[in-house]
């Protein structure tokens, strides 16, 4: 079965970086584009970022772009976010989710959290 | 990337039926068909119950379907039942190659 496991959360100061991952098992993840979703403490859900299958063509939300890289290892069947200059507002569970047809999130991992704080 | 809109709670009685709206603008539900609804329980992750506009992933109960008109999205939950007692989540391509969520939906069954 499809399984999606994040991990590399935790507390980090302003200013910080951070490199969140996602284990994917249970389907051949080089087949499928990967997204990050956030969703801070008691609110809803935001998109963060997209990532092809083929040909690696990346999107981002404009509230993260130029500080997040996403990334991925198809050998280690492996999404990554790379975050950089963190920032308060960025504290958040983040969610790893597979994209099945037109943008449509059909698995997604458990969350990681991120708190951002001094 | 403003998000979409939709009202804070709905709620129901066991066995009725409740309806969700989802509102965007003419750059994002309007244009395109790419419509999901996403429903979460307490301290979960979302679950895809809608995707394409009215499409059912499997698995999936039939109780649970969409439509939409115009920039408006519905989702329609027919046969409440307590299980449905979650908060929903509307998501639409904006066709700048990014993605838009509504702000979340609580249903409460009475």
């Known amino acids: 079965q499809v399984q999606l496991v994040e991990s590399g959360g935790g507390l980090v100061k302003p200013g910080t970086s951070l490199r969140l991952s996602c284990a994917a098992s249970g389907y051949t993840f080089s087949d499928f584009y990967m997204t990050w979703i956030r969703q801070a403490p008691g609110k809803g859900l935001e998109w963060v970022s997209y990532i092809s299958s083929f040909d690696n063509t990346i999107y981002y939300a404009d509230s993260v772009k130029g500080r997040f890289t996403i990334s991925r290892d198809d050998a280690r069947n492996s999404l990554y976010l790379q975050m950089n200059n963190l920032r308060a507002e960025d504290t958040a569970i983040y969610y790893c989710?597979?994209?099945?047809?037109?943008?449509?999130?059909?698995?997604w991992g458990q969350g990681t959290l991120v708190t951002v704080s001094s | 990337q403003s998000a979409l809109t939709q009202p804070a709670s709905v709620s129901g009685s066991p066995g009725q039926s409740i309806t969700i709206s989802c509102s965007g603008t003419s750059s994002d539900l309007s244009v395109y068909n790419y419509v999901s609804w996403y429903q979460q329980h307490p301290g979960k992750a979302p679950k895809l119950i809608i995707y394409d506009v009215s499409s059912r992933p499997s698995g999936v109960s039939n109780r649970f379907s969409g439509s939409k008109s115009g920039n408006t999205a519905s989702l329609t939950i027919s046969g409440l039942q307590a299980e449905d007692e979650a908060d929903y989540y509307c998501?639409?391509?904006?066709?700048?190659?990014?993605?838009?969520f509504g702000g979340g939906t609580k249903v409460t069954v009475l």
């Open positions: 998501s639409s391509y904006t066709g700048s190659s990014t993605l838009v």
């Open positions: 989710a597979r994209i099945e047809g037109n943008w449509n999130f059909d698995y």
